[in-house]
Nanobody
Framework: QEQLVESGGGLVQAGGSLRLSCAAS????????MGWFRQAPGKEREFVAR????????AYAEAVKGRFTVSRDNAKNTIYLQMNSLKSEDTAVYYC???????????WGQGTQVTVSS
């Protein structure tokens, strides 16, 4: 069964860095897009970044461009989100997700908390 497991969240001071990981297992994700979303308290879940397993094409939300970098390790079936220059407004639960070829974000991880203290 398909599973996505995030790790790497935590507490960091403003201006600091964190790297999140998302390990995919139990299925064939090579034709999927992989992405990161986040949800802050009292707010809706929002898109952060995405990457294709093949070609490594990426896309970012405007709020994180230039600060966050999404990457993948095909051999490990793992994607990463390198977050630099963190701000208090980046505080949220971060979720990894897999998008099928029809464009549906079909599989989701359990989320990992990122807290940025100012």
């Amino acid at each position: 069964q398909e599973q996505l497991v995030e790790s790497g969240g935590g507490l960091v001071q403003a201006g600091g860095s964190l790297r999140l990981s998302c390990a995919a297992s139990g299925g064939t994700f090579s034709s999927y897009g992989m992405g990161w979303f986040r949800q802050a308290p009292g707010k809706e879940r929002e898109f952060v970044a995405r990457i294709r397993w093949s070609f490594g094409i990426t896309a970012y939300a405007e709020a994180v461009k230039g600060r966050f970098t999404v990457s993948r390790d095909n051999a490990k079936n793992t994607i990463y989100l390198q977050m630099n220059s963190l701000k208090s407004e980046d505080t949220a639960v971060y979720y990894c997700a897999a998008q099928n070829p029809s464009g549906v974000w079909r599989y989701w991880g359990q989320g990992t908390q990122v807290t940025v203290s100012s």
